[in-house]
């Protein structure tokens, strides 16, 4: 495929640049760098490639992956908000990253969303700023007008793209509860978005997926962006290869760095490799601030208590961590579903039947591969982001509101962890959301055919439906980091050994906890009561036999159907969309960020962080379509400053 995955052949090359992470935004950034003949790039991904795995390529099979040999199998450390529980992070090891063990679902946020990235003064980070990368990643299938009336998909063509490497489609199959949605949803007052990709996700609306019309089979960025591109001969991967640190060297300047290579290691073996151009770290928002810290950049005590020398001292490295919350948990080898599990009609096939019915799953399976139809297709899903106003009565808006984070900057902002204030910037830009009468998503119900809790067991032979409620712009902020270096045994002869990249970071994403966490404790519960609604709303309803979890008081459990904050507490779990930990510092700089509004590191020169990590707010989307963009746009950045460089602009 255009390159190896020796080591030593991979190490014969010249690079002007590497990439580390062949995921998302990776793959992304080193397909467009090979675009120009005067750059040589390298790719380091820690999993292998995996081409051909039905259980990554087959829509219908997604959630197969997740706790095998491509998930990283991360978990935070306990929540005192969640009852001192911890909670499984998966992550994507395998060329793609986490695109190739994602929903496929393909949203946007709102306008506002990016819009209040460059309002922190990031510039060229606003909705009009993105779109035009939005566009670029994507091939839009436009779907037939029988289509359309059949599924109720509403797009306006202007705001997608037309030849990106990234194909979106509206799924070929549907649910049966998808096709009840926009129905039951206007009976709650809740009305059809009809171009829910132009900038507003409020309302009701049928996803896109990242799937291939062709092939009906998933579009990550493997396939999409690396594959089609693969014979280059200045684009070079190296799979299995794990980024150890960046190979930093002292600058001209006081207090600079210019990055030189990675330490990486490959088949138990550690090697270094040098480029002249530049190092972009896109390991994710878990990894790439554990990359940093391994490398010299960070907080001093965090670095010094993990026996790494601080080489740029950066307090924000690894903090500001936001994560989407949702009533949903991961039930191995499903994905996630909403605690409130519901009974459906019998005759509704669910992918949990095919996953417990060998002859259903092999009538499936035969008629995918035959015709590239049916129920292995199904992985759209209908969704409604609402705000809390269309949920919660004013009165308990007030009594919310009154327990927002103060925003006054008589406050006192700045902290030894946060000196220029800006957790006082982004908490003043969530108060305002909360409060705005322009309506924004900040709450995602989605219902899903199949029991995705470990908290209830299914009854052979029934089928079941789940409800799910997802915070879009939480207040809890956590941090992401390396370990304490660990103690040394009597035989070391109390020799230290420094913290390395096998390690697992230490994840903490504080939910509930801090200032605001009680209000995203609040409205969670608060939406619980709305998302049964939903499933107590015809047409929906008519499918939907019973909920059996929390059980309804006429079963017995009075208790459990009213108390939504114990069921909240004891069951909220990641919707596996964190951002952050290597945010751009915006006009507040370095004491505000990690990277500048191109992306650069701040103290270090030849290095930038180019994935999820750098959003510096939460987004109400999926972040996949978000992160495709983000990744084009930086590649921009770094061939426009390469040219300039190269004595080329």
Not at 435 to 440: E, H, I, K, L, Y
Request: some cysteine.
């Amino acid at each position: 495929m255009g390159s190896t995955n020796e080591a030593e052949a991979f190490l014969s090359h010249s690079f002007t640049h590497m990439v580390i992470g062949g995921g998302t935004a990776g793959l992304v950034v080193a397909s467009r760098l090979s675009e120009d003949p005067t750059i040589t790039v390298g790719v380091l991904e820690a999993g292998p490639a995996a081409f051909e795995e039905p259980r990554i390529n087959v829509p219908g099979r997604l959630g197969e992956t997740l706790f095998t040999e491509y998930d990283w199998q991360f978990e935070t450390v306990p929540q005192p908000g969640l009852g001192g529980r911890k909670l499984p992070w998966n992550r994507g090891k395998v060329l793609g990253g986490s695109s190739a063990l994602n929903f496929m679902m393909w949203s946007r946020g709102n306008k506002g969303d990016y819009d209040a990235w460059e309002k922190l003064g990031n510039k060229g980070w606003g909705w009009d700023g993105m779109l035009p990368y939005f566009k670029k990643s994507e091939t839009f299938q436009i779907p037939t007008r029988d289509y359309q009336e059949k599924h109720q998909v509403y797009y306006d063509q202007d705001y997608h793209g037309t030849s990106g490497p990234l194909h979106t489609i509206y799924s070929a199959e549907y649910g049966a509860s998808s096709q009840r949605w926009h129905a039951t949803l206007k009976s709650l007052g809740v009305e059809s978005n009809r171009s829910h990709m132009s900038g507003s996700s409020v309302g009701a609306w049928t996803s896109l997926t990242a799937v291939d019309p062709a092939t009906q089979e998933r579009c990550y960025s493997a396939p999409a962006y690396y594959l089609p591109v693969s014979h280059r001969e200045n684009l070079v991967l190296l799979t299995n290869a794990t980024a150890r640190d960046i190979i930093l060297e002292e600058g001209n300047a006081p207090d600079e760095q210019i990055a030189k290579g990675v330490h990486f290691i490959h088949a138990s073996k550690h090697y270094a490799v040098n480029v002249v151009g530049e190092v972009i770290l896109s390991a994710g928002t878990v990894q790439s601030p554990q990359l940093l810290e391994l490398s010299g950049i960070g907080n001093p005590a965090i670095l010094r208590a993990a026996g790494i020398e601080s080489k740029i001292a950066n307090r924000n490295v690894g903090e500001n961590l936001q994560e989407h919350m949702t009533r949903r948990v991961s039930n191995p080898p499903t994905l996630t579903g909403t605690m409130m599990i519901y009974e459906l009609d019998p005759s509704i096939l669910t992918p949990e039947a095919l996953r417990s019915d060998p002859l259903l799953a092999a009538a499936a399976d035969e008629q995918y591969a035959t015709s590239k139809t049916g129920p292995r297709t199904a992985a759209g899903y209908s969704a409604a982001y609402l705000p809390f106003s269309h949920y919660t009565s004013p009165e308990e808006m007030s009594r919310l509101a009154s327990q927002l984070p103060s925003t006054s900057s008589e406050s006192g902002p700045a902290t030894p962890n946060d000196p220029a204030g800006s957790s006082l910037v982004r908490d003043q830009i969530l108060s305002s959301r909360f409060s705005s009468p322009s309506p924004s998503g900040q709450i995602e119900f989605l219902f899903d055919v199949s029991n995705y809790s470990p908290f209830f067991r299914s009854e052979p032979g029934k089928r079941y439906g789940t409800m799910m409620q997802m915070l879009q712009y939480p207040f809890s902020v956590g941090s992401i980091h390396i370990p304490p270096a660990p103690s040394p045994c009597p035989n070391q002869q109390d020799q230290q050994l420094p913290s390395n990249s096998s390690d697992k970071p230490v994840i903490n994403p504080r939910y509930y906890e801090g200032a605001g966490g009680e209000v995203d404790f609040l409205t969670m519960a608060a939406a619980q009561e709305f998302g049964h609604k939903i499933c107590a709303t015809s047409p929906l309803k008519d499918i939907i036999v019973k909920r059996v979890f929390p059980p309804l008081p006429d079963d017995g459990g009075e208790e459990a159907a009213e108390n939504w904050e114990d069921w909240v507490r004891d069951t909220t779990m990641t919707d596996w969309h964190p951002v952050g930990t290597c945010a751009m510092g915006g006009d507040a700089g370095m004491d505000g960020g990690v990277v500048d509004d191109r992306l650069r590191v701040y103290g270090v020169k030849g290095l930038r962080v180019c994935d999820a990590s750098v959003m510096p707010l939460q987004i109400a989307a999926h972040l996949q379509a978000t992160v495709y963009a983000l990744g084009e746009k930086g590649a921009d950045m770094i061939k426009e400053d390469w040219a300039k460089r190269t004595g080329r602009e």
